[in-house]
């Protein structure tokens, strides 16, 4: 069987098995990408090494994790981020800088490493990952419980969105330190230096799509341009400026999440993601990561510390700051959990320090079990909070009647009835 078959093959196995147990593990209420790495797993060298990591499986991870931060930009919403206002704004500065300090924290006290250790920089990337937050579980939990568009909600969701922004910044900053031949400053003005390319280029590019989109309007070269941007801009991140390709990639999308056609670009991405680069590149840190019970055992003790600085690192940055910004105790504990959740961009900021060599495989264990404790726990956490603390809804007129619907659980005809009563 000659190379390009056994590609073909590989290709079959990793997407078959990580739409599988994607599927599976939704069953359970949680994320997709958790099943899609556990497939990985699966089929890799720890269990069956039916498929090896090789230069092309990385390539296509590669595109596919290019793509995700390309959607992830074009689906943020400007106007809301500048509606968000300063406490938004402060709650995500403090949901990243909390974390960040707790995880270099954690790693330099549980193996012993200094400020000036070789492996501080190990540290500081351990902390980056943990300075993501994905809302998803808590967006679904919030909307069944018809709370997503209350106060809580509204903050939670802006803050998210600035903190995935921040932390792309920090990951761009803790990458560039790794080059020995660059120092700090220069780190620092070679991204200043990007974040002006990108503002400048970018202006001339979105007036450029928005007067094609309004000429030729949902054709489908719209979102091949985009497409041809988002993988321009990458290049161009990492080739001039030294910045990663995924930096890039989001700001790509960021400059065309106005574009009248943003979600319909949006969705055509969905589709390459979806349907081939997305499963592979999650299916790949299964693969990547060839865990042997001799490392497992060790790591075990790590691992469950990691989790658990990184689930309350969330809640006590998050939380103590909406508390200095006059929430309420019961408000700011809501933020705080509703903001500890991790997903797929955790795991882009572990791919991304393993391959400049800042993080070794066998922490994508913790990485994938803080995604799997967390998204199981916050919808539990949710729940006991607002059941306990019941939020009046932003379109109830009389805030006792919505207290009653929200305590009973109600749906939103029953709290739009409560809006009538009053």
Same mark, same amino acid.
């Not at 309004?214 to 719209?222: E, S």
């Given at each position: 069987?000659?190379?390009?078959?056994?590609?073909? @093959?590989?290709?079959?196995?990793?997407?078959?098995?990580?739409?599988? @147990?994607?599927?599976?593990?939704?069953?359970?209420?949680?994320?997709?990408?958790?099943?899609?790495?556990? !497939?990985?797993?699966?089929?890799?060298? $720890?269990?069956?090494?039916?498929?090896?990591?090789?230069?092309? =499986?990385?390539?296509?991870?590669?595109?596919?994790?290019?793509?995700?931060?390309?959607?992830?930009?074009?689906?943020?919403?400007?106007?809301?981020?500048?509606?968000?206002?300063?406490?938004?704004?402060?709650?995500?500065?403090?949901?990243?800088?909390?974390?960040? !300090?707790?995880?270099?924290?954690?790693?330099? %006290?549980?193996?012993?490493?200094?400020?000036?250790?070789?492996?501080?920089?190990?540290?500081?990337?351990?902390?980056?990952?943990?300075?993501?937050?994905?809302?998803?579980? #808590?967006?679904?939990?919030?909307?069944?419980?018809?709370? @997503?568009?209350?106060?809580?909600?509204?903050?939670? =969701?802006?803050?998210?969105?600035?903190?995935?922004?921040?932390?792309?910044?920090?990951? #761009?900053?803790?990458?560039?330190?790794?080059?020995?031949?660059?120092?700090?400053?220069?780190?620092? &003005?070679?991204? %200043?230096?990007?974040?002006? &390319?990108?503002?400048?280029?970018?202006?001339?590019?979105?007036?450029?799509?928005? &007067?094609?989109?309004?000429?030729?309007?949902?054709? /489908?070269?719209?979102?091949?341009?985009? %497409?041809? %941007?988002?993988?321009?801009?990458?290049?161009?991140?990492?080739?001039?400026?030294?910045?990663?390709?995924?930096?890039?990639?989001?700001? !790509?999308?960021?400059? =065309?999440?106005?574009?009248?056609?943003?979600?319909?670009?949006? /969705?055509?991405?969905?589709?390459?993601?979806?349907?081939?680069?997305?499963?592979?590149?999650?299916?790949?840190?299964?693969?990547?990561?060839?865990?042997?019970?001799?490392?497992?055992?060790? @790591? =075990?003790?790590?691992?469950?510390?990691?989790?658990?600085?990184?689930?309350?690192?969330?809640?006590?940055?998050?939380?103590?700051?909406?508390?200095?910004?006059?929430?309420?105790? $019961?408000?700011?504990?809501?933020?705080?959990?509703?903001?500890?959740?991790?997903?797929?961009?955790?795991?882009?900021?572990?791919?991304?320090?393993?391959?400049?060599?800042?993080?070794?495989?066998?922490?994508?264990?913790?990485?994938?079990?803080?995604?799997?404790?967390?998204?199981?726990?916050?919808?539990?956490?949710?729940?006991?909070?607002?059941?306990?603390?019941?939020?009046?809804?932003?379109?109830?007129?009389?805030?006792?009647?919505?207290?009653?619907?929200?305590?009973?659980?109600?749906? !939103?005809?029953?709290?739009?009835?409560?809006?009538?009563?009053?």
């Amino acid at each position: 069987m000659d190379k390009g078959n056994i590609v073909f @093959l590989e290709l079959a196995i990793i997407i078959m098995s990580a739409k599988f @147990l994607g599927m599976v593990v939704r069953k359970f209420r949680v994320p997709q990408v958790v099943g899609e790495i556990l !497939a990985g797993l699966l089929i890799g060298p $720890s269990v069956l090494g039916l498929v090896r990591s090789g230069d092309f =499986l990385s390539t296509m991870a590669e595109i596919g994790v290019v793509l995700l931060m390309f959607s992830a930009g074009l689906e943020t919403d400007l106007k809301d981020l500048a509606k968000s206002g300063i406490a938004a704004t402060l709650i995500a500065c403090f949901g990243v800088a909390v974390p960040m !300090a707790g995880g270099t924290a954690l790693y330099m %006290l549980y193996y012993g490493i200094g400020f000036h250790d070789p492996g501080f920089l190990n540290a500081v990337m351990i902390g980056c990952i943990m300075t993501a937050t994905s809302v998803g579980i #808590t967006v679904e939990s919030l909307k069944e419980m018809g709370y @997503l568009s209350g106060r809580i909600g509204t903050t939670i =969701l802006s803050a998210a969105i600035i903190d995935d922004v921040l932390g792309i910044i920090v990951l #761009t900053f803790v990458l560039g330190l790794k080059d020995d031949s660059i120092t700090p400053a220069q780190t620092i &003005w070679h991204t %200043l230096l990007f974040f002006t &390319w990108v503002f400048l280029f970018g202006f001339v590019v979105y007036k450029i799509f928005k &007067w094609y989109d309004a000429k030729h309007p949902h054709t /489908r070269r719209i979102p091949i341009a985009g %497409l041809a %941007l988002c993988l321009l801009m990458a290049y161009c991140a990492e080739r001039f400026f030294g910045i990663a390709d995924i930096t890039g990639a989001f700001a !790509a999308g960021i400059i =065309l999440c106005n574009v009248r056609d943003s979600k319909y670009i949006a /969705r055509k991405m969905d589709i390459n993601s979806y349907m081939l680069f997305g499963p592979v590149f999650f299916a790949s840190i299964g693969i990547k990561t060839d865990i042997k019970l001799s490392e497992i055992v060790p @790591l =075990l003790g790590f691992s469950v510390c990691f989790v658990i600085v990184a689930m309350a690192a969330k809640v006590i940055g998050c939380g103590l700051i909406s508390r200095c910004m006059r929430f309420r105790r $019961s408000e700011a504990l809501k933020i705080g959990c509703g903001m500890m959740t991790r997903g797929e961009v955790a795991l882009i900021v572990a791919q991304k320090g393993l391959g400049v060599g800042l993080l070794d495989a066998k922490y994508f264990t913790s990485v994938i079990l803080l995604i799997l404790c967390s998204s199981i726990a916050t919808p539990i956490i949710l729940k006991y909070l607002y059941t306990k603390w019941p939020e009046a809804p932003a379109d109830a007129g009389q805030p006792e009647a919505a207290g009653e619907a929200a305590v009973t659980g109600a749906t !939103a005809e029953a709290q739009t009835a409560g809006s009538g009563q009053g």
